[in-house]
C-alpha cells in the first residue's frame, strides 16, 4: 500500500470557537422512535382494511422516518452521503411496497444499502481521506490537530495510517455482514403476496428485528474497530488517548 499523507481534520478548532462550528447532533431516542418504533407500530396494527388499509399504512409509516430525516437535514445545515442514503432507502422501501413488486426486490434493496457503504469504506481507504474516519474516528471524537502533531513528532505517521487500514476492514466487514443479514431477514418474513395486509404486518415486523438481528453484531465490530484504532493511538504516540479526546 502507498504511503498516505496525515488524516486531514477538515473542521480546524483554529478556524473559529472549538465548539462554535459543530451542528447540533440527533438523539438515539428520536432516531428509535420515528426510524423504528412509529413505523413498526402503524404496519403492523394499522394495516387492515378497517383501519388504513396496507397501502396508506406503508405511505404514513414511512412519512415518519423519511420526515425525520428532511428535519434532521434541516437542523444540522449539513447534508451527508448517510443522510441521503436513509430517505433513499425509505422511498426505495414506499416505492416497492406501493408498486407490489416481489418480495425479492425488497431483499435486494435492503442489502444493497449497506453493501454499498462497505465498499465506500473499502475503497477510500486507498485515498487520504478514509470513510472510517468519518464513521468511528471523527473529529467530535478525536483532536486531529493535536493527534497529527504527535504522530509527527514520533514519525509514526505511516504506521498509524496503517493501522487506519486495518480498522477500514473492520468496518467494511461490518457492513457486509449487515447486508447479508438484511437480505437473509426480508427473505425469512416476506413471505405473503405484496400489497397485502400480511406483507405490511410482515414489513413491520422486519423493521422491529431489524434492530437486534442487525444492528446489534453489526455495531459489536464497529466498536471493535474503535477500540483498535484507540489502542493504536496510543501505541503509536507513546501517550494514553484521553490526550487525544475532546471534551
Request: hydrophobic share 50%.
Given at each position: 500500500m502507498t504511503e498516505q499523507a496525515p488524516i486531514e481534520n477538515n473542521n480546524s478548532p483554529n478556524s473559529a470557537g472549538p465548539k462554535a462550528n459543530k451542528p447540533p447532533q440527533t438523539g438515539f431516542f428520536g432516531n428509535?422512535?420515528?426510524n423504528i418504533a412509529v413505523p413498526v407500530l402503524i404496519m403492523s396494527y394499522l394495516s387492515s382494511d378497517e383501519h388504513l388499509g396496507p397501502a396508506w399504512s406503508v405511505v404514513v409509516a414511512l412519512a415518519f422516518p423519511l420526515g425525520?430525516?428532511?428535519?434532521?437535514?434541516?437542523?444540522?445545515?449539513?447534508?451527508?452521503g448517510f443522510s441521503i442514503l436513509g430517505i433513499v432507502s425509505?422511498?426505495?422501501?414506499?416505492?416497492?411496497?406501493?408498486?407490489?413488486?416481489?418480495?425479492e426486490y425488497m431483499a435486494i434493496k435492503e442489502a444493497s444499502i449497506p453493501a454499498a457503504i462497505g465498499l465506500a469504506v473499502?475503497?477510500?481507504?486507498?485515498?487520504?481521506?478514509?470513510?472510517?474516519?468519518?464513521?468511528?474516528?471523527?473529529?467530535?471524537?478525536?483532536?486531529w490537530d493535536k493527534l497529527n502533531a504527535s504522530l509527527a513528532h514520533h514519525n509514526a505517521?505511516?504506521?498509524?495510517n496503517k493501522k487506519v487500514a486495518v480498522s477500514s476492514y473492520i468496518v467494511t466487514a461490518?457492513?457486509?455482514?449487515?447486508s447479508a443479514l438484511n437480505y437473509g431477514l426480508a427473505k425469512w418474513i416476506l413471505v405473503s403476496e405484496p400489497g397485502t395486509t400480511a406483507y405490511t404486518e410482515e414489513l413491520g415486523r422486519m423493521t422491529a428485528l431489524s434492530y437486534p438481528v442487525i444492528v446489534i453484531p453489526s455495531m459489536v465490530l464497529l466498536i471493535t474497530a474503535l477500540i483498535y484504532l484507540f489502542k493504536q493511538i496510543s501505541r503509536c504516540t507513546g501517550e494514553p488517548i484521553e490526550n487525544f479526546l475532546n471534551q
Open positions: 428509535l422512535v420515528f425525520f430525516g428532511l428535519y434532521d437535514l434541516q437542523k444540522t445545515k449539513k447534508i451527508n425509505v422511498l426505495l422501501t414506499g416505492g416497492i411496497s406501493l408498486l407490489k413488486l416481489p418480495a473499502l475503497v477510500t481507504q486507498f485515498t487520504q481521506k478514509p470513510l472510517v474516519k468519518m464513521l468511528i474516528l471523527n473529529d467530535q471524537i478525536i483532536n505517521s505511516a504506521e498509524f461490518s457492513f457486509f455482514l449487515s
